[in-house]
């Protein structure tokens, strides 16, 4: 007979058993609660009973992360089944309404079927086996909840990598003119300076040829004088 199990992380195994009975499970069983495994919950499903069998105690860290489905008749919890916390592994079998009946295979894909049913539509078991076998990649997501497309991704990456380039250019391109613009001034600076030199340099032969022209014209009037 085939049950499921359904580690405290969520991952779920399809096993075999002989009988299911309470000291068989804990057995079995990788991850435990406190004290001895019990038959929490049970629920109609079809002419069929679907029971669960685990731990509703346990130390921190040892949670169970699985959600079971809601509404499951219990002899003894009064919390919902859809919202108590579990501890170590949980075991799921089927077996007839008729208890002297032999309970049945219960796989993975069955709890599938079952979960659908419970819940409406949303097939806890079947989405977490495939996650688990499948390893299904996650796209990426808007915030409304959007799966995004691939290409759509892929160009939004090189828009941003467009942007960048594009921005970098142009702040290279104002690297380059504010380096011309520095080497332009110290160009006209440096023909400053040799104007201004140039200007010193006029300026000085000017005086010498002013002198020389003094002293010429003292020179003619000393010999005219002497003559005369």
């Given at each position: 007979?085939?049950?499921?199990?359904?580690?405290?992380?969520?991952?779920?195994?399809?096993?075999?058993?002989?009988?299911?009975?309470?000291?068989?499970?804990?057995?079995?069983?990788?991850?435990?609660?406190?004290?001895?495994?019990?038959?929490?919950?049970?629920?109609?499903?079809?002419?069929?009973?679907?029971?669960?069998?685990?731990?509703?105690?346990?130390?921190?860290?040892?949670?169970?992360?699985?959600?079971?489905?809601?509404?499951?008749?219990?002899?003894?919890?009064?919390?919902?089944?859809?919202?108590?916390?579990?501890?170590?592994?949980?075991?799921?079998?089927?077996?007839?309404?008729?208890?002297?009946?032999?309970?049945?295979?219960?796989?993975?894909?069955?709890?599938?079927?079952?979960?659908?049913?419970?819940?409406?539509?949303?097939?806890?078991?079947?989405?977490?086996?495939?996650?688990?076998?499948?390893?299904?990649?996650?796209?990426?997501?808007?915030?409304?909840?959007?799966?995004?497309?691939?290409?759509?991704?892929?160009?939004?990456?090189?828009?941003?990598?467009?942007?960048?380039?594009?921005?970098?250019?142009?702040?290279?391109?104002?690297?380059e003119d504010t380096g011309e613009t520095i080497e332009s001034e110290e160009e006209e600076e440096e023909e400053a300076v040799e104007t201004e030199d140039e200007d010193d340099n006029s300026e000085e032969e000017y005086d010498l040829n002013y002198?020389?022209?003094?002293?010429?014209?003292?020179?003619?009037?000393?010999?005219?004088?002497?003559?005369?």
């Amino acid at each position: 007979m085939i049950i499921v199990q359904i580690h405290r992380d969520g991952a779920m195994d399809e096993i075999e058993v002989e009988e299911v009975t309470d000291s068989s499970l804990q057995a079995l069983s990788k991850s435990q609660g406190e004290g001895h495994i019990r038959p929490l919950y049970e629920w109609t499903y079809g002419s069929s009973l679907v029971s669960c069998f685990g731990w509703y105690d346990g130390e921190a860290g040892f949670e169970n992360k699985h959600e079971l489905p809601p509404s499951g008749h219990s002899k003894f919890l009064e919390e919902d089944s859809s919202t108590i916390l579990l501890f170590g592994d949980i075991f799921l079998c089927l077996s007839e309404q008729n208890k002297d009946k032999d309970k049945e295979d219960f796989d993975i894909s069955m709890c599938g079927e079952f979960y659908h049913k419970i819940l409406g539509g949303f097939d806890e078991c079947d989405s977490l086996d495939s996650e688990e076998e499948d390893g299904q990649k996650q796209l990426p997501m808007t915030e409304d909840g959007d799966v995004i497309d691939e290409v759509d991704y892929v160009d939004d990456v090189d828009d941003v990598v467009d942007v960048d380039d594009a921005d970098y250019v142009d702040d290279a391109d104002d690297v380059e003119d504010t380096g011309e613009t520095i080497e332009s001034e110290e160009e006209e600076e440096e023909e400053a300076v040799e104007t201004e030199d140039e200007d010193d340099n006029s300026e000085e032969e000017y005086d010498l040829n002013y002198e020389e022209t003094v002293l010429e014209e003292d020179d003619y009037l000393y010999e005219n004088e002497v003559d005369v």
